[in-house]
DNA sequence: CCTACCGATCGGTAGG
DNA sequence: CCTACCGATCGGTAGG
């Protein structure tokens, strides 16, 4: 799931542990918890792994730069504005019902990590979501969107989207496609009829 | 800020370890921060409190009681749907604006409940999520809402509201008034002009 | 990969 | 309210 071809152990511990700090949150679950799923004993997990931290390390900036990178593509695009929005959108979908777990510990659960990376990585998640809201504000500069508080916009959108791995479960009978077009609506045409 | 009249030293104790809570999440927090805090030793905490988990189910339950109280005055209203649902963002913006270290912890540390209470918050939770995709279940049937996935709609929005007391903060130069047009301008009428 | 073990800290209790 | 202390568990290391 992190990663297509040649699973090495350090990314079969990683996926293992994304899975428990899921559940659990990244605070309660213990190097034992994680040796236990893998099918090791947790003095193993070292050879490996850093620390308990290097795992969480590793979700957070991966996902991170990869969501980052793809805004930036949106961001600096020639789509008109309402298109922009509909293709972050589309990304937090796609992101958030891959890599559920993943995408989970990278919104939530960054908060445990130490510095310097802390202080990254709240720069980045800072940075991205300036990039959102001037992509908001420049609509509502243009006419294009109604004129709401960016910075409400803003929060209120990426709250909505980053929650998406929480709840979307293909059992539910819809499918990656539904949820696009769905969300779409909602947000830009809102609920509310005529 | 949890009780108006004779905060007893209980009630200190709770709030004290909901900011610590929010803050570092509810695992991540040790009986002796939440003492330092408070400004006792952490075996003194016993005396006001049967355990942690005792100050988690206190937060939790009361907030989740008083939300679904609102909620049903809400539901069970004569109201027609659009401002059925107005009520229900203008009630997470007052519950997450005034108690925020409090909701969030409903929000999103009660999975570190233990049974029985676990069982009971999640029974509570998913019944107030029902009752509040019914009313956009009924809606969509009445053609007053767009045909937009109910499903879809109800995490999504719910998502977005439960995410509030996280980013709202009095020092950003918006008001609750403002936040409350805001969302349900967003959310019924949508970001799209035309 | 394992066993054995480290010091630190955990939530909680006894007793005054 | 405190000091003193409990057994359990924490993340991590040594050494093979």
Redesign the interface.
């Known amino acids: 799931m992190l990663q297509l071809a040649k699973k090495s152990k350090r990314d079969n511990i990683t996926e293992q542990a994304a899975a428990l700090f899921k559940?659990?949150?990244?605070?309660?679950v213990s190097m034992n918890d994680i040796a236990d799923k893998v099918g090791v004993k947790a003095a193993s997990l070292y050879n490996h792994i850093k620390s308990k931290e290097d795992i969480l390390q590793e979700i957070c900036f991966r996902f991170a730069h990869e969501y980052v990178t793809q805004l930036n593509g949106i961001a600096q695009s020639e789509h008109p504005i309402?298109h922009k929005?509909a293709a972050i959108i589309d990304l937090h979908v796609t992101l958030g019902t891959q890599n559920a777990a993943a995408i989970i510990i990278t919104n939530?659960e960054w908060?445990?990590l130490s510095e310097p990376y802390l202080s990254d990585f709240k720069a980045m998640r800072k940075s991205y979501e300036k990039t959102f809201m001037d992509i908001?504000t420049e609509?509502v500069a243009k006419?294009?969107?109604?004129n709401?508080?960016p910075?409400?916009?803003m929060?209120?959108?990426l709250?909505?989207l980053?929650?998406?791995p929480?709840?979307?479960n293909d059992q539910?009978g819809?499918t990656i496609e539904?949820?696009k077009t769905?969300?779409k609506?909602?947000?830009?045409?809102?609920?509310?009829?005529e």
């Open positions: 559940e659990r949150g990244y605070s309660a309402p929005i939530y908060k445990h908001i609509g006419g294009v969107l109604k709401i508080n910075t409400i916009v929060f209120t959108v709250s909505a980053r929650w998406i929480f709840w979307y539910r819809m539904d949820l769905n969300i609506t909602l947000i830009l045409k809102g609920l509310e009829i």
